[in-house]
């Protein structure tokens, strides 16, 4: 059994990454953590005013603390499931023990210090790590996540953005001069747990936000060698991202050779599900760890529509999907 660590473990994400180490066959959690000062500090994950859904399966108790000195022998894997400065300044300490650390929090994404300064309002001090650092979009980077001692698993968005749009980028059928146009909608959970009047129930309703400054566009735009315009939205509903992307295809480009570029990267791809006709909706994914992926073409006009869990393919299950793929499991286990 590998022994796993959950840091930020009473938060959406933590809570989604320790239902799925439970029922890991491989897998034991030997710790949730939460920060020195947490008022979670001592209760148990499942408890009623935490994530009573863990209640008879994940009976752990938070602890809180920064001093992992005393809990990290023999630790072999750690999740970081805490927001992007704890992160940035706790990887290193994990990784020079020996752990293999996914990183959920977006600390390791960008192999660029000014895109920290830029858009996360911190200095990068680690670009040893920066350098090694794995992109875990999985269906795409699976050799470098095999060697991987840290993976930095993507952003909600830009796992929903890139899918479609990297096999039709890889097979040449876009016409880039048209950059895509990328209107996603997200629900609260995205935001995270911490109560605060943007993610309250009575405040919420629908709307853009971060108008061509959102962190997610520099990285969707590294990751994917190309430009492309993101507009984020907030929705007054709990868990999932629905993205709408328009796009321009090369002249004679058809339906067919959409869907056979979609296929060529997919079809043995057991989290992204490619839709022959129509295309999907948030209900096909909540709760579920796949990102589906439909489509409409008219002309040279594309719509590409994809669907996801932000908490799940979107966060933990695609950490768990790198965590698989790095220890050579299943890619699927535990999360089917
Ligand atoms: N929510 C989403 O849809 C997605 C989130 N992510 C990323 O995943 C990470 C976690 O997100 P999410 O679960 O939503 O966040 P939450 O705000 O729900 O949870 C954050 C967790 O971190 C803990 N925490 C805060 N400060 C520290 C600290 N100094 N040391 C240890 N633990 C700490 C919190 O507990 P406490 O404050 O009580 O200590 C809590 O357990 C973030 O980086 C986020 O950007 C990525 C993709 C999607
Ligand atoms: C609705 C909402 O607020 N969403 C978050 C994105 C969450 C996410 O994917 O994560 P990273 O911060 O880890 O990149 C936002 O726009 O900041």
């Not at 938070?62 to 992160?87: G, K, M, P, R």
């Not at 022959?276 to 948030?282: I, K, R, T, Y």
């Amino acid at each position: 059994m590998l022994k796993a660590l959950i840091v930020g473990a009473s938060g959406y994400a933590g809570a989604q990454l320790a239902h799925y180490l439970h029922k890991h066959p491989h897998i034991e959690i030997a710790g949730l953590t939460v920060s020195e000062k947490s008022q979670d500090a001592g209760k148990l994950i499942s408890d009623f005013d935490l994530h009573p859904q863990l209640k008879g399966l994940v009976d752990l108790p938070l602890l809180a603390t920064s001093d992992y000195s005393s809990i990290i022998n023999d630790i072999d894997i750690v999740f970081l499931a805490t927001e992007h400065s704890v992160s940035h300044d706790i990887a290193p300490y994990f990784l020079e023990q020996g752990c293999v650390v996914f990183d959920l929090s977006g600390a390791f994404r960008v192999n660029s210090a000014s895109f920290y300064t830029d858009y996360y309002g911190f200095s990068h001090q680690h670009q040893e790590w920066l350098d090694k650092a794995v992109y875990g979009l999985a269906e795409w980077n699976d050799t470098q996540i095999k060697q991987a001692q840290l993976v930095a698993v993507p952003g909600c968005y830009p796992t929903a953005s890139q899918l479609p749009l990297k096999p039709l980028l890889a097979e040449g059928l876009l016409d880039t001069s048209q950059w895509p146009v990328i209107n996603a909608v997200s629900g609260v959970s995205g935001a995270g747990r911490k109560a605060s009047l943007k993610n309250h129930f009575c405040e919420v309703s629908l709307h853009a936000y971060g108008l061509f400054t959102h962190r997610h566009q520099p990285e969707i735009a590294t990751h994917l060698g190309q430009e492309v315009i993101f507009t984020p939205h907030l929705g007054s509903f709990k868990q999932g991202i629905h993205a709408t992307i328009t796009c321009r295809v090369k002249d004679d480009v058809t339906a067919n050779d959409i869907l056979a570029a979609l296929n060529k990267y997919y079809a043995h791809k057991p989290l992204v599900r490619v839709y022959q006709h129509d295309w999907p909706a948030l209900k096909s994914v909540v709760g579920l760890p796949f990102c589906d992926i439909g489509f409409v073409l008219k002309g040279n006009h594309l719509i590409l529509i994809s669907v996801e869990d932000n908490l799940l393919k979107g966060a933990a299950a695609q950490a768990v999907q790198c965590m698989n793929i790095r220890f050579g499991f299943d890619e699927t286990l535990s999360l089917l």
